[in-house]
């Protein structure tokens, strides 16, 4: 019982949704937005997102918006049979199916991947959780204990401060990522043998290989990073750096963006320098070079620098707020925000981060009620499984 509806890459491929929060709810509205019919699975409740506020558009969470556009809603109580049944069955009938319970939370319903997958055997059932299913299933998984628990506060922070989480849930964020990879992956094995498969994701794994360099310092290098507060380890310049009114990211990586930073600060010589010539110098030597930077950046306003910068073709930019980032995706060309829905139910959001030359991204459903889709997704299901 599929809508009709624009037809991206993963037209005809429908999606179960049991997941909660923002990793699952993030991997499966980009599933949505390319075409996959995503039927959200929410309890009595609803989605825990759905109540937390501020900020609110008409009463309904900003954060719920942001990461349930494209799906269809329906509302069952796993607790009671009938409603289990019916989850049973879309489960049964999914191509995909994500969930970020605890792992083997779903079993006393009949819905994890060893029952869903001997009626289903060509279901992608992808699990998302904190720490794993093995020794690490009893470890509640949220994003800020990974972005403690991985490193990634002791990075984030001046050197001689408390450590920080990052704005967002970036592993989350990321973990969603990465079990789109995985559903996308499976999808294309299950079409060459016909076997669908268990994905799994955890946030600590997907915390550990997002740290990248700072990872590899330690697996590689048996070096344990620091905070630099907005420094580089490895690059300079590579950081904000003051100017006549505001910071300004400069972000000069090899040899030949310094050489041009240099003549458009109108110190070439600085360039030909045996201690900032090459970037190993410049980094050892950072404490000598970035007070004859900042001599010269303070002369001009960041904005002024900027174009100077750009058109020289050293990487920089202004530090915005979110609203500022809106604005520079504009003026670049990219459309950042698109409307989903129609009419009253019509709400911005934003668009989807991959562009297609020949199957766009749609966005035909704004995030939906809870159990707004759940009369006719119950008739469907009841029919189809021939008790009703």
């Not at 409603?83 to 879309?90: I, S, T, V």
């Not at 592993?171 to 079409?191: Q, S």
């Not at 016909?194 to 600590?204: A, I, K, S, T, Y």
């Amino acid at each position: 019982m599929t809508e009709a509806r624009a037809q991206g890459p993963l037209s005809g491929v429908l999606v179960a949704d049991f997941s909660r929060i923002l990793a699952g709810p993030y991997a499966t509205m980009l599933l949505a937005d390319l075409g996959a019919d995503v039927v959200k699975v929410e309890g009595p409740g609803g989605d825990d997102t759905r109540s937390w506020t501020p900020p609110a558009r008409d009463e309904v969470s900003t954060y719920y918006l942001g990461v349930n556009r494209g799906k269809r809603s329906i509302a069952l109580d796993l607790r009671d049979e009938t409603d289990a049944g019916l989850a049973r069955e879309l489960a049964r009938r999914a191509d995909v199916l994500v969930e970020n319970f605890r792992p083997g939370g779903l079993a006393k319903y009949g819905l994890d991947h060893a029952t869903v997958a001997a009626g289903n055997p060509g279901v992608v059932y992808t699990s998302i959780s904190g720490f794993g299913s093995g020794a690490g299933a009893r470890v509640p998984g949220y994003d800020l204990m990974v972005q403690a628990m991985s490193g990634l506060m002791s990075l984030t922070g001046e050197p001689d401060g408390p450590p920080y989480r990052a704005g967002i849930s970036v592993f989350d964020v990321m973990a969603g990522n990465h079990a789109v990879i995985g559903i996308l992956a499976a999808l294309r094995h299950r079409e060459a043998t016909g076997q669908g498969q268990h994905v799994e994701v955890n946030l600590l794994s997907s915390a550990l290989t997002g740290l990248v360099n700072q990872s590899s310092a330690y697996v590689a290098g048996d070096v344990v990073p620091f905070r630099m507060g907005n420094a580089h380890p490895s690059v300079f310049p590579y950081e904000p750096l003051p100017t006549a009114d505001h910071e300004l990211i400069v972000a000069a990586a090899n040899d030949g963006q310094f050489r041009k930073l240099c003549e458009v600060l109108g110190i070439p010589e600085v360039a030909g320098d045996p201690r900032f010539a090459r970037n190993a110098a410049r980094t050892a030597n950072r404490a000598e070079l970035r007070p004859l930077l900042v001599e010269r950046l303070v002369t001009r306003p960041a904005d002024e620098w900027f174009e100077l910068l750009v058109d020289a073709g050293v990487p920089s930019g202004p530090i915005n707020t979110i609203d500022g980032g809106f604005a520079v995706a504009e003026r670049l060309g990219l459309d950042p925000v698109v409307v989903v829905g129609e009419g009253e139910r019509a709400t911005p959001t934003t668009r989807h981060p991959i562009r297609f030359s020949e199957t766009p991204a749609g966005y035909a459903l704004p995030p939906p009620d809870l159990d707004e889709h759940g009369t006719e997704l119950r008739e469907w299901l009841a029919r189809e499984s021939g008790n009703g």
